[in-house]
Every structure is written in C-alpha cells, then in structure tokens.
C-alpha cells in the first residue's frame, strides 16, 4: 500500500500563493491518476484537480487558471502551485492516488481514490 504525505499548507492573504506537495512511498507511475482534492467544515469532498501518468490534468471551474498540478514520477512527488488565492480556497486538502482508469471528468470524483494522505490546512483571510 502506497503512504502519502501531505505537506505546505498555511494561512495566508487573499491573493497569495502556496504550495503544495505530496510525497509518496511507491513508484506513483503505478497510479494512473493522482489529485487534490479539498473538505471545508460541513461541506462534501470536492476534486481540485487531477492529473495522469502521462501529464494530462483537469480541474475545478473554481480554480482553472490559478491553481497547477504538477507530477515528477521520478521523485514520486505530487505539488499543487495555488495562486491567487480567495477565502473560498479556505478548506483541508487532501492528495489522492488510484489505479482506476476512467475519464478525466470522472477523475475529480473522490470516489475513484482508494489512496489518500493525511490533509494539510489551507486558510486563505481577507
């Protein structure tokens, strides 16, 4: 079983930026899509954005344009870059793997993601 290990969560501004990263204990080229994915407070877990193991991505209306997902298999890392970033970006965010193969629009479904990290917290004030 592949261990994931979220990390680079913080508070910051309305219009800042982070980063973050998600190191895997398994080659992740194994995994044919890798996401984010976010749960605020009393709210349903919600896709970000995915990517395959060719370099493919999708993501969420809400963030397309801001936020980049990124995968170097080489290093089995995962990174979200968050820019421009709102209090509704305010949420837990989770990376995720799985071997399933389905549409990319399938892919932001949680769902489909047997393997998840622990979370890190994202707090975004304005």
């Known amino acids: 079983l592949v261990q994931l290990v979220d990390s680079g969560g913080g508070s910051v501004q309305v219009g800042g930026s982070l980063r973050l990263s998600c190191a895997a204990s398994d080659i992740i080229y194994r995994y044919y899509y890798m996401g984010w994915f976010r749960q605020a407070p009393g709210t349903e877990r919600e896709g970000v954005a995915v990517i395959d193991r060719d370099g493919s991505t999708n993501y969420a209306d809400s963030v397309k344009g801001r936020f980049t997902i990124s995968r170097d298999n080489a290093k089995n890392t995962l990174v979200l870059q968050m820019n421009s970033l709102k209090p509704e970006d305010t949420a837990m965010y989770y990376c995720?793997?799985?071997?399933?193969?389905?549409?990319?629009?399938?892919?932001?479904?949680?769902?489909?993601?047997?393997?998840w990290g622990q979370g890190t917290q994202v707090t975004v004030s304005s």
């Open positions: 995720a793997a799985t071997v399933n193969i389905v549409s990319m629009i399938q892919a932001l479904a949680h769902r489909w993601y047997p393997y």
